[in-house]
């Protein structure tokens, strides 16, 4: 499996260049994508087609992980003729959303065919997707991803796998997801710390201590708010798994 890093911004940034969250994920020539925040869509196009996309996941319902599903849905209506489609699967009240931002029911609709996501476990193309809750909004998720084992049934995971954070309040809600060898790509949104009051997020060095409780192979930390020193980000971290970590930063390409 390949992870490219499409968007690697939190909520706001100051770094050039950065987009919110949005990740791909390529196994067997597909492709899936987890997020889509603000300014994530140039990237996007400019990485692949986006309209052969095996779908979206969203985490959770906050702009900067669903937002830039509005250029997807123009792109797809107007790129093409007949216009194309994609699959979105995300929290409930998705397409409230987007019929709102536009101002027009059945906005969304017009490309995007959104579904519900829930707890379990779901196959995609060639990818085996696990979705589990996490504290943050009322309805979020911290997914894994990995290569569906051919044909052992739902559940069966041929490797290592990818798991994500989306936004997430509780770092020890990621531990059921995270297998022996597994990449974590967390959140750390306020850096090494501390976090601001009532803020539903981690830490790096909380992200760490669930990387090294589930053995993960690989920290990767993503969506660090500006104002926290990076440096400071990794060196916390680095003081408690002993695995490799990286920040990553938009178009970083990592097998997995
Ligand atoms: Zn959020």
Not at 43 to 69: Q, R, Y
Not at 71 to 80: D, G, M, S
Not at 175 to 204: C, K, M, N
Request: proline fraction near 6%.
């Amino acid at each position: 499996m390949e992870l490219i890093v499409i968007g690697s911004g939190p909520a706001y940034t100051d770094r050039r260049g950065a987009a919110a969250a949005s990740f791909v994920v390529r196994a067997e020539g597909a492709a899936l994508l987890l997020d889509l925040g603000q300014g994530a869509f140039p990237n996007l196009a400019s990485t692949l087609e986006p309209s052969g996309l095996a779908a979206v996941v969203v985490t959770h319902l906050h702009p900067d992980h669903f937002v830039d599903l509005v250029p997807l849905r123009h792109y797809l209506k107007w790129e093409f003729d007949p216009p194309r489609r994609v699959r979105v699967v995300a929290p409930a009240g998705l397409t409230n959303r987007l019929d709102a931002l536009d101002g027009h029911e059945g906005f969304a609709a017009e490309a995007l065919d959104i579904e519900a996501l829930s707890e379990g476990m779901l196959r995609i193309g060639p990818f085996e997707v696990e979705a589990r809750r996490v504290a943050h909004t009322n309805e979020s998720y911290a997914i894994r991803v990995s290569v569906a084992a051919g044909g052992s049934g739902p559940g069966a995971s041929a490797g290592p796998g990818l798991v994500y954070s989306g936004d997430c309040g509780h770092a020890e809600d990621l531990l059921p997801l995270i297998r022996p060898g597994d990449t974590l790509l967390s959140e750390a949104s306020f850096g090494a710390g501390p976090v601001a009051p009532g803020a539903q997020h981690i830490t790096s060095g909380d992200a760490a201590r669930v990387a090294a409780a589930g053995d993960a192979a690989r920290l990767l930390l993503t969506h660090i708010l500006s104002g926290h020193s990076r440096a400071d980000t990794l060196a916390a971290a680095q003081s408690i798994f002993a695995g490799p970590i990286q920040l990553v930063t938009e178009r970083d390409r990592f097998e997995v």
